[in-house]
């Protein structure tokens, strides 16, 4: 079965220093893989995705991600994290379901809290 | 539309009252999708429609949840009966049919069961 997992609850990190969020994936063929960003009392927002190609995928603000096949992980990255970066991120890989289709499997969450 | 556009946005129903919760995506897209989010949880897949293709309802939680699309267009999702443990965000998102593409997300509906 298809699964991506999100080993951290909650990251805490100091506004300026370096931020990563982990997530590691399970599929039985070509991963997609996509990262999401969840503020309070909103819908998720797509930041990036990696579909082929360059294993380093750069996103919205500022964000990028690390495709590793051999460690099969895609953990989010910013070089210099702000306080306005806290919020609930969602990785999600897409996973092929009934007669072809494909839904998006998503991982619980990671609660990330930038310190000012 | 621009984006993705859900309603109502808050709903407030009584246990055992059916809800019917709408949802209305992007032009153009031919995949929309379901979820529900409890309350400092992550996303639990629902139901995934393509095109003319027969529904993924594998995420569908009992027979008292079911949803509709009409061509590619608005969808509804109902649910009857409401129990308490319904009580969640209900989060809609559609997409091109492309394996590769990225999910376009509404504000999500939030349902509360008194």
């Known amino acids: 079965a298809q699964s991506v997992a999100q080993p951290e609850d909650q990251v805490n990190v100091a506004e300026g220093n370096p931020l990563t969020v982990k997530c590691t994936y399970s599929v039985s063929g070509n991963p997609y893989l996509f990262w999401y960003v969840q503020y309070p009392n909103r819908g998720l927002q797509f930041l990036l995705k990696y579909i082929t190609g360059d294993n380093l995928v750069k996103g919205s603000y500022g964000f990028e991600a690390e495709f590793n096949k051999s460690q099969t992980s895609f953990h989010l990255k910013k070089p210099s994290a702000l306080v306005s970066d806290s919020a609930l991120y969602f990785c999600a890989v897409r996973s092929p379901g009934g007669s072809g289709t494909y839904k998006y499997i998503f991982g619980t969450g990671t609660r990330l809290k930038v310190l000012a | 539309g621009a984006g993705v556009s859900q309603s109502p946005s808050n709903k407030v129903t009584e246990k055992g009252k059916d809800v019917e919760l709408r949802c209305d995506p992007i032009s153009g897209h031919t995949a929309l999708y379901w979820y529900r989010q409890r309350l400092g949880q992550g996303l639990e897949f629902l139901i995934y429609?393509?095109?003319?293709?027969?529904?993924?309802k594998s995420g569908l939680p009992s027979d008292r949840f079911s949803a509709e699309r009409t061509g590619e267009s608005v969808s509804t999702l109902t649910i009857q009966r409401t129990q308490q443990e319904d009580s969640a965000v209900y989060l809609c998102?559609?997409?091109?049919?492309?394996?590769?593409?990225?999910?376009?997300f509404g504000q999500g509906t939030r349902l509360t069961v008194v």
């Open positions: 998102a559609s997409s091109y049919t492309g394996v590769g593409t990225e999910a376009f």
């Open positions: 429609f393509q095109g003319n293709s027969a529904p993924d």
